[in-house]
C-alpha cells in the first residue's frame, strides 16, 4: 500500500492554482505548503500527494484519484479543465480495464497525466 506520491513541478505557484481547483471535486485539499518548495493534498490530517518544485522538468507521471461516483469523475474532468489542464481522455467508461471502469484523464500544467476514476457499477 502507497503511503504518498510525489511528482516534480516546474512551477510551484502554477500548480497549486491547478491542484486546488482540479482535486476539489474528490474532496482532496492542500493541507501544507512549504514556502515555495512543496504544496501537500489529501483528506485532513493526511496528505498523500504532493507537488515539489524541481529545477529540471520531469514529466510522465500518471496518478489515479478514486471518485465515490461517476458524477464525481465528471465534476473533476471539467475542473481540471477550467484550471488551465489539457484533456487527455473525456469521461466514460473504459470496458479494456474493466466494464465498470468509469474514468476521465487530464494532462496537468507539467504534462502529468492526473485521473479521477470510479469502479463502482452504475445502478
Keep these: ?5 510525489t511528482i516534480g513541478v516546474s512551477d ?5 492554482n491547478f491542484y486546488d481547483l482540479a482535486l476539489r471535486p474528490l474532496g482532496i485539499t492542500r493541507l ?3 514556502g515555495e518548495t512543496a504544496s501537500g493534498y489529501g483528506l485532513a490530517p493526511k496528505a498523500f500527494f504532493w507537488v515539489s518544485w524541481r529545477g529540471v522538468p520531469q514529466t510522465g507521471a500518471h496518478v489515479a484519484f478514486t471518485a465515490q461516483d461517476r458524477a464525481v469523475v ?3 474532468h ?10 487527455n481522455g473525456a469521461p466514460g ?5 474493466h466494464p465498470s471502469y468509469y474514468g ?7 504534462g502529468h ?3 479521477a476514476v470510479c469502479h463502482a457499477r452504475q445502478g
Aim: hydrophobic letters at 40%; proline letters at 5%; a negative charge.
Design 32 to 34: 501544507y505548503a512549504d
Design 93 to 97: 467508461i473504459r470496458p479494456n480495464y
Design 1 to 5: 500500500m502507497l503511503d504518498h506520491v
Design 113 to 115: 497525466n492526473i485521473e
Design 12 to 16: 510551484i505557484e502554477r500548480s497549486r
Design 74 to 76: 465528471d465534476r473533476f
Design 78 to 87: 471539467a475542473e481540471a479543465i477550467a484550471a488551465g489542464g489539457r484533456d
Design 104 to 110: 476521465a484523464f487530464v494532462l496537468d500544467p507539467d
